[in-house]
C-alpha cells in the first residue's frame, strides 16, 4: 500500500504549481520582496516557514474539536506565535547573525496569511495527517518562490550564491567580469524582487494556460 494516496499528494503537489500561494493565490508576498536579496536568508526563511506550518496544522488540527468558535483566531495566533518563538530562539543560538538579518520577518510569520489561511481553511476541518501534508505543500510552494528569487537576485545583483563568489572577483576583475560584466545593484532592491516575481507568475501561466484569468 502507498505511503501517500493520489488525493494526499496532491495535497504536497498542488501547492508547488498550479495552487502556489505566492504565484497564484498571491499570499505572503511581502517576505518574498524583503528578505530575497540573499539566498542563504531565503533558505532560512522557508526551512522557518515549513517547520512553523506543518507542525502548526497538525497542532490545530489535533485541538480542532476542542477549540471554540468564537476564539478559533486567538487559539491560531497563540500556537503560531509559540512556534515563531522557537524558530526566533534557534537561530539566535545557532545562525546569530543570520537571526539579525531576519528578526522583524521572523516574527511576522505570526500574522503570515499563508499560515493564518491553512489553519482556518483546512486544519480545523481535516485529521494531523492530512493537515501536515497541506501544511508541508503549502510551505514548500512557498519556500520555493523564495529560493528562486533569492538566487536571482543574489547572482545577479552581486554576484555570489550563499555567499561564495561564484562569477569571479569584481575587483580583481576575474572571471566575467573579465569581459566587462558589471553586478546589476537595482537587484538587491525590494522592487526587483516584485519584477523577478512577476516573471515567475508570466512564466508559470505561459505553460498553463488554464491559470489564466478571464475578463
Not at 509559540?82 to 521572523?106: M, N, P, R
Not at 483546512?122 to 538566487?151: E, K, M, Q, T
Request: charged fraction near 15%; hydrophobic fraction near 55%.
Amino acid at each position: 500500500m502507498a505511503l501517500l494516496s493520489k488525493k494526499d499528494s496532491k495535497l504536497i503537489l498542488d501547492p508547488l504549481t498550479d495552487n502556489n500561494p505566492i504565484t497564484i493565490q498571491v499570499l505572503g508576498i511581502c517576505s518574498a520582496l524583503a528578505i530575497t536579496a540573499e539566498l542563504n536568508a531565503s533558505i532560512v526563511m522557508a526551512i522557518s516557514v515549513l517547520f512553523v506550518l506543518g507542525l502548526g496544522n497538525v497542532v490545530i488540527s489535533l485541538m480542532r474539536n476542542i477549540i471554540p468558535s468564537k476564539i478559533r483566531i486567538i487559539v491560531q495566533l497563540v500556537v503560531v506565535a509559540t512556534l515563531v518563538i522557537i524558530v526566533d530562539q534557534v537561530l539566535k543560538a545557532f545562525a546569530y547573525e543570520l537571526s539579525k538579518t531576519l528578526s522583524v520577518f521572523v516574527g511576522l510569520i505570526i500574522t503570515n496569511c499563508i499560515i493564518m489561511g491553512r489553519f482556518e481553511a483546512f486544519a480545523l476541518g481535516n485529521g494531523p495527517w492530512r493537515s501536515f501534508l497541506d501544511g508541508v505543500g503549502n510551505a514548500a510552494g512557498y519556500g520555493i518562490i523564495l529560493v528562486i528569487v533569492g538566487f536571482f537576485r543574489e547572482l545577479l545583483g552581486s554576484g555570489t550564491l550563499l555567499g561564495f563568489k561564484v562569477l569571479g572577483d569584481p575587483i580583481e576583475k576575474t572571471g566575467i567580469y573579465a569581459i566587462g560584466y558589471e553586478n546589476n545593484g537595482f537587484m538587491l532592491l525590494s522592487p526587483m524582487a516584485l519584477i523577478v516575481v512577476g516573471i515567475i507568475i508570466w512564466v508559470q501561466r505561459t505553460r498553463n494556460k488554464a491559470l489564466v484569468e478571464d475578463h
